[in-house]
């Protein structure tokens, strides 16, 4: 299984991304999908995780109300909308993938993980 994320770069405070992430070598709408980040110096963290067909969500306190997690299934994609973004939601985000489809949101419970995409917020 491969997941490849893209979307990534720099921004103000206060702007917006959009992340993508495209799964390859397993049905996609078998998997549950989540976003996690990891700055340097620290863990990495759960951001946002979605079911198998987008209809459950759920998100870290720390990003709820901005970022939104959405699916294509169609498209074999995950998305993670960032808006508002902040200096300390720099990171590398990484999205991941669980063949058994919960809202994991520790690191642990996925089973595949993509490369990761830098985001960098600036004041």
């Known amino acids: 299984v491969q997941l490849v994320e893209s979307g990534g770069g720099s921004v103000q405070a206060g702007g917006s991304l959009r992340l993508s992430c495209v799964v390859s070598?397993?049905?996609?709408?078998?998997?549950?999908m989540g976003w996690f980040r990891q700055a340097v110096g620290k863990e990495r963290e759960f951001v946002a995780a979605?079911?198998?067909?987008?209809?459950?969500?759920n998100y870290a306190d720390s990003v709820k109300d901005r970022f939104t997690i959405s699916r294509d299934n169609a498209k074999n994609t995950v998305y993670l909308q960032m808006n508002s973004l902040k200096p300390e939601d720099t990171a590398t985000y990484y999205c991941?993938?669980?063949?058994?489809?919960?809202?994991?949101?520790?690191?642990?419970?996925?089973?595949?993980w993509g490369q990761g995409t830098a985001v960098t917020v600036s004041s």
């Open positions: 991941a993938a669980a063949a058994i489809v919960a809202l994991f949101t520790t690191p642990r419970e996925y089973d595949y």
């Open positions: 070598g397993r049905t996609f709408s078998d998997l549950a």
């Open positions: 979605t079911a198998r067909f987008g209809s459950r969500t």
